[in-house]
Nanobody
């Protein structure tokens, strides 16, 4: 599966953005899909994930209550709605997908074989 992330931009603290991860080549509903982010000089960190079937979601504590991950199988796209953005949310955001990710590594970058190219999110104070 090929992934294309989009929707990033420059916003002010408190604003909202919606990122999109469009899949091609395979049906995204068959995959666990996650968002990770990487700030300059830091490691790539887990943000959110959505599982197959019932679409159970998982979030990093730092974004819980502010970010929502969702999937539109008809559009073969996964979204990350980001509300109440903070300067510390500034990073490059990557979407990732894998058919074989299990619960124990759903927050681990090693759990995903397919990655999009990243989209920059900058939040000014």
């Amino acid at each position: 599966v090929q992934l294309q992330a989009s929707g990033g931009g420059l916003v002010q603290a408190g604003d909202s953005l919606r990122l999109s991860c469009a899949a091609s080549g395979r049906t995204i509903g068959s995959y666990v899909v996650a968002w990770f982010r990487q700030a300059p000089g830091k490691e790539r960190d887990f943000v959110a994930a959505i599982r197959r079937n019932q679409g159970t979601t998982h979030y990093a504590d730092s974004v819980k209550g502010r970010f929502t991950i969702s999937r539109d199988n008809a559009k073969n796209t996964v979204y990350l709605q980001m509300n109440s953005l903070k300067p510390e949310d500034t990073a490059v955001y990557y979407c990732a997908a894998d058919m074989h990710t299990i619960l124990s590594n759903i927050r681990d970058i090693r759990g995903y074989d397919n990655w999009g190219q990243g989209t920059q999110v900058t939040v000014s104070s």
